[in-house]
């Protein structure tokens, strides 16, 4: 009896995958002998009418495709595009496998971990698990590794300036510019191509985005939520300077893609000497510097579209604990007691500071000397004295 011929999972099992009746039905086996029999069997057992009234379970692929059909209709398409990531790289020895046939889990989830980090097996796990409840079957419970705390690094308020010098004339300045208002990138793109500045308001008007699909950037009529669309005042005179210089001459604002501005935004950090960020590294730093301002953390929702606080709360907490820090360095700095040599050097430079208009600094330079060589035979003859 013809059967295909078996592979080998990354698992170590066997697998053949009949079609029988219009259906798909998945063995599993521990052995290359042991998938063909029992292929064998179950084809010879059709063949003879005796399994033509049993129903056979989807594989876990079958039922994700289903799941991405039956709502990549209501799903962002950058959205789709992850989960049919997921369904071509993750779990790659389960996929062809009936939910049913899968005992252990957890090793599974085990397994995974060593082939992608803990975030990327915390997503693909999230669309197993609702592919799974949506077909109304099982859903086993696993642990999940914990994620490791990787805090989005955003500029601090001093830093901004010198990121705006090195940003001025760069190809992507408007799009580095609209992302430290506090526009996500899929945002600042759409703005770009539409020219979504309203200078008489002083507004850029936010709605919609260009997201990442299966077939390219597509354009989005909405935003990641109803929050999304928005009004948000131009804070940048260079935005407005920028888009009047745009407008004036005719011309549209020239586009570029998501990786291009972040390869921009790198280089543009490294030339300003300030921390090193990404294109949502700057919407961040958007926030820190309202916090700095002392922007109402509701108009910040506003402005940036946030459609809950959860996120704006994490920042204002890490910028709160900076001002901390900085505040217990300026108390324990008042009550500190400098050391003698602190004081002669401050005095030192105190007496330069006077005398500079008046004399050759470096003439003081053997006072210095000679004031830190009395000082030490004063202090050896009051320890010898004790």
Not at 55 to 75: A, M, N, Q, S
Not at 78 to 95: A, L
Not at 221 to 227: D, I, R
Not at 261 to 287: E, K, P, W
Request: aromatic share 6%; net charge positive.
């Amino acid at each position: 009896m013809k059967i295909p011929e078996p592979r080998q999972l990354p698992s170590g099992s066997w697998h053949i995958q009949l079609r029988l009746g219009g259906q798909s039905v998945s063995v599993t086996e521990s052995t290359r002998a042991a998938c063909i029999k029992t292929a064998q069997l179950i084809k010879a057992e059709h063949a003879a009418g005796k399994r033509v009234q049993q129903r056979v379970e989807e594989t876990l692929g079958d039922l994700i495709d289903k799941y991405i059909k039956r709502y990549g209709p209501v799903l962002s398409p950058s959205t789709v595009r992850g989960y049919t990531s997921i369904r071509e790289h993750r779990f790659s020895d389960t996929m062809d496998r009936r939910p049913g046939e899968i005992r252990d889990w957890q090793n599974v989830i085990n397994r995974e971990l060593k082939f992608c980090s803990e975030h990327t097996v915390k997503n693909a796990w999230g669309l197993v698990r609702a592919a799974l409840k949506d077909a109304k079957q099982p859903v086993p419970t696993v642990k999940l590794a914990p994620l490791p705390d990787n805090e989005l690094s955003f500029l601090q308020p001093e830093e901004i300036p010198k990121f705006l010098e090195a940003a001025r004339g760069d190809l992507c300045e408007m799009e580095m510019l609209l992302e430290l208002h506090g526009l996500r990138s899929s945002e600042a793109l759409q703005v770009t191509r539409l020219n979504l500045i309203d200078l008489h308001a002083n507004r850029i008007m936010v709605r919609g985005a260009i997201v990442r699909s299966n077939d390219g950037m597509v354009q989005k009529k909405t935003n990641k939520s109803a929050a999304g669309t928005r009004p948000v005042p131009i804070l940048i005179p260079r935005l407005a300077e920028l888009a009047y210089d745009y407008q004036i001459a005719g011309k549209p604002i020239p586009t570029h893609g998501t990786t291009a501005i972040l390869r921009h935004v790198h280089q543009t950090c490294a030339a300003a000497g300030v921390t090193d960020v990404t294109n949502h590294g700057l919407r961040r730093s958007f926030a820190s510097l309202c916090y700095s301002q002392g922007v109402n953390m509701h108009v910040l929702q506003q402005w940036g579209g946030w459609s809950d606080l959860g996120t704006l709360n994490k920042i204002y907490i890490k910028c709160a604990q900076r001002d901390k820090t900085d505040a217990e360095r300026n108390m324990q700095a008042f009550f500190y007691e400098p050391t003698d040599e602190e004081r002669l050097a401050l005095a030192f430079d105190k007496l330069r500071e006077t005398l500079g208009d008046y004399a050759d600094l470096r003439e003081l330079e053997p006072l210095r000397v000679e004031l830190a060589h009395i000082q030490m035979l004063t202090k050896n003859a009051h320890d010898t004295a004790k």
